[in-house]
Each structure stands twice: as structure tokens, then as C-alpha cells.
């Protein structure tokens, strides 16, 4: 099992920036992908961004141009940089991890108000 720990979240004006980090543990085999959703009240989760361990990604075509993710693979770590945060922004977002099965992890909550 992978255990996943995201910390960077929390009250951001708009049009500020954020660095979310995600640390994994608990797995001694590498993570074929890893990445962030992200889930605002009354909505469904969505997808951020995700990141293989080749180093491709994908994004969410809404959000290209304004998050950035990247990952440290010797030190099982996945970063999603946020800039021009919007308040539709707002929303808790989770780090997963896929190897054979997705784990999941506890979430952050990024707030975007004045």
C-alpha cells in the first residue's frame, strides 16, 4: 500500500499562487503515475494534472497554462504549482498515486478569496 500526504493548502487571494506537495510512502517499487484532483462543494471530482513516471503529463484543459506539475522520483515526491488563482479555483484537492491500484490521499483544501 501507498501512503500519500499532501500539504500546501490554504487562503490565497485571487490572482496569488500556491505549491501543493505530495509525498509517498510505503512502497518500495516505483509509481507508474501520480497526480492531483481536485473536488469544489456541489461538484464532481475532476482531474488536475498528472504526471508518469517518464515524465509525461497531462492537464486539465482549463487549467493549462496556470498549474504546473512535476515530481522528484528518488525522493517520492509529486508538486502541483498554482498560479492566477481564481476563486472557482476553490475546492479540496487530492494527490493519488497509481502502481497496481490508485491510492488516495487525505486532501488540502486551497481557498481562493478576497
Known amino acids: 500500500q501507498v501512503q500519500l500526504v499532501e500539504s500546501g493548502g490554504g487562503l490565497v487571494q485571487p490572482g496569488g499562487s500556491l505549491r501543493l506537495s505530495c509525498a509517498a510512502s510505503?512502497?518500495?517499487?516505483?509509481?507508474?503515475?501520480m497526480g492531483w484532483y481536485r473536488q469544489a462543494p456541489g461538484k464532481q471530482r475532476e482531474l488536475v494534472a498528472t504526471i508518469n513516471n517518464y515524465g509525461g503529463t497531462n492537464y486539465a484543459d482549463s487549467l493549462k497554462g496556470r498549474f504546473t506539475i512535476s515530481r522528484e522520483n528518488a525522493k517520492n515526491m509529486v508538486y502541483l504549482q498554482m498560479s492566477s488563482l481564481k476563486p472557482e479555483d476553490t475546492a479540496v484537492y487530492y494527490c493519488?498515486?497509481?502502481?497496481?491500484?490508485?491510492?488516495w490521499g487525505q486532501g488540502t483544501q486551497v481557498t481562493v478569496s478576497s
Open positions: 493519488y498515486a497509481f502502481k497496481l491500484t490508485t491510492c
Open positions: 510505503g512502497s518500495g517499487a516505483s509509481i507508474r503515475t
